[in-house]
C-alpha cells in the first residue's frame, strides 16, 4: 500500500547550489543541459558552455558515464552508440575548469557509480540523478552521502516510485533535494508532458520541484513556470539532424536558447505578487482611460443641471461619473458648452 512509502520529511522547501537559491519564491534555476552533444569533443563541450552563458543560462551540465559501466555486453548497439559520447574524467574536469573561469555553474549526471564517485572527488556544486537510476536504491544512498545537493528526474516513475525514492533519500538525512517532472520520450508530444504534474509533486513534496524536459519546442518547458517550477532543464545543441543520436530532437540551438531563457524571464516578470494596486502606467491612463461627467447640452449660467443634461464621456479629467448624484440640482456658475466637460470650478 502507498502508506508504506510515507516518509518523516525533513526536505528543505529552500537551499543554495552555488551563488543560487532554488525554490520558494526564487528566480527559476534555468539549466542549459548540454548532455552528451559534444560527442565527446573538449572543443565543442566549450562551445557549448560558452552558448549557455551567452543564453544567461544559470547552469551549464553534462552527461558523464563509462560505457562498459553502464551498458551491459548484450547490448552491443547502445554500447556502439554511446562509446564515441563518453568523456574522460580529465575533460569533466577541465569543462569545469572553463565554467569557472568563464563565470557559469557546472555540474553533471552520472550514469554509474563510478563515474559517481569519480564527480564526488570534484567538490561538485551538486548531482544530478537521472531518471535511469529508478530502483537501484544504492546509487540514491550513495549520492546521498555526498551531502550535496541533489537534483533527482523522476521519468518512468510512478507515484509509489518517487514516494519510495523519497522514503530512501530521507533516511539518507540529506535534506537538500530538488524533485523534477520528466517525461522519458524523445520528443514528448504536448499531450504528454503532463506540467499539471508540477504541482502534483509540490502537494506530496515540501522541497524545489522542477522540470526535465523533452519536449521538441521551448514553450512548453517555458510554460512550467506558471505551473510553479523551481528549475527548468533543456537540452542544448550546436546542430540538429545528427545521424545516431536523439538529443537535437528536443534540444535549442544557441539562438534559439537565448529566446528560451529570455521567455522565462518575462513569464516570471509577468506573473507579479498578485496583490491589488496601480501600476504607475495604469495611474498615467487614468486620465485618458476612465471618463467624466459632460454637458449634453449647452448649459447657461444659473441653469439646474438635470440627469438629462449629463452625459459620461472620456477624458477622466472632470468629475467621475460616479459623483453624479452630487452634480444633479446644482446650478452651472458660467456657460458650459455641450460636450464640455464638468468642473467642479463651473458648478456651483
Keep these: 500500500m502507498e502508506s508504506s512509502f510515507h516518509y518523516n520529511s525533513s526536505f528543505k522547501p529552500q537551499f543554495k547550489i552555488g551563488d543560487y537559491f532554488i525554490g520558494q519564491e526564487s528566480p527559476c534555476f534555468i539549466v542549459a543541459e548540454a548532455g552528451v552533444s559534444n560527442f565527446g569533443s573538449l572543443e ?33 548497439e547502445w554500447i556502439e552508440r554511446m562509446k564515441p559520447k563518453e568523456m574522460p574524467i580529465s575533460f569533466i574536469k577541465k569543462i569545469s575548469e572553463y565554467c569557472k573561469k568563464k563565470g557559469i555553474l557546472f555540474f553533471s549526471t552520472a550514469h554509474d557509480l563510478k563515474s559517481l564517485y569519480e564527480l564526488a572527488e570534484m567538490d561538485m556544486h551538486c ?11 544504492e546509487f540514491y544512498r550513495i549520492a546521498a552521502s555526498f551531502n550535496k545537493p541533489l537534483i533527482v528526474s523522476t521519468g518512468m516513475f510512478l507515484k509509489e516510485d518517487i514516494l519510495q525514492v523519497l522514503n530512501i533519500l530521507s533516511a539518507s ?17 504536448p499531450k504528454d508532458a503532463n506540467l499539471k504534474m508540477i504541482q502534483s509533486l509540490k502537494s506530496i513534496f515540501p522541497g524545489p520541484v522542477g522540470y526535465s524536459d523533452h519536449s521538441a519546442t521551448f514553450d512548453i518547458p517555458a510554460a512550467s513556470v506558471l505551473l510553479g517550477a523551481n528549475i527548468i532543464e533543456k537540452h542544448i545543441t550546436l546542430e540538429k539532424n545528427v545521424a545516431n543520436a536523439q538529443d537535437w530532437k528536443v534540444s535549442c540551438t544557441p539562438d534559439e536558447f537565448v529566446e528560451f531563457v529570455a521567455s ?11 496583490e491589488f ?23 447657461s449660467r444659473n441653469d439646474i443641471i438635470k440627469k438629462e443634461d449629463v452625459l459620461f464621456k472620456r477624458p477622466g479629467t472632470g468629475i467621475s461619473p460616479s459623483k453624479v448624484e452630487a452634480v444633479l440640482g446644482k446650478r452651472a456658475k458660467t456657460f458650459i458648452k455641450r460636450d464640455s466637460v464638468i468642473s467642479e470650478g463651473t458648478i456651483f
Design 173 to 189: 538525512k540529506n535534506p537538500e533535494v530538488a524533485i523534477m517532472h520528466c517525461i522519458t520520450n524523445y520528443p514528448v508530444p
Design 127 to 137: 548531482f544530478k540523478i537521472g531518471s535511469g537510476e529508478l530502483q537501484n536504491p
Design 277 to 299: 494596486r496601480l501600476t504607475e502606467g495604469e495611474r498615467k491612463s487614468i486620465q485618458w482611460a476612465r471618463k467624466s461627467i459632460v454637458a449634453a447640452r449647452d448649459l
Design 44 to 76: 565543442k563541450a566549450f562551445q557549448l558552455v560558452d552558448s549557455a552563458l551567452n543564453a544567461r543560462a544559470d547552469a551549464v551540465k553534462f552527461q558523464f558515464f563509462n560505457t562498459e559501466e553502464l551498458i551491459s555486453a548484450d547490448c552491443p
Design 264 to 274: 522565462i524571464r518575462r513569464i516570471e516578470d509577468a506573473l507579479g505578487d498578485g
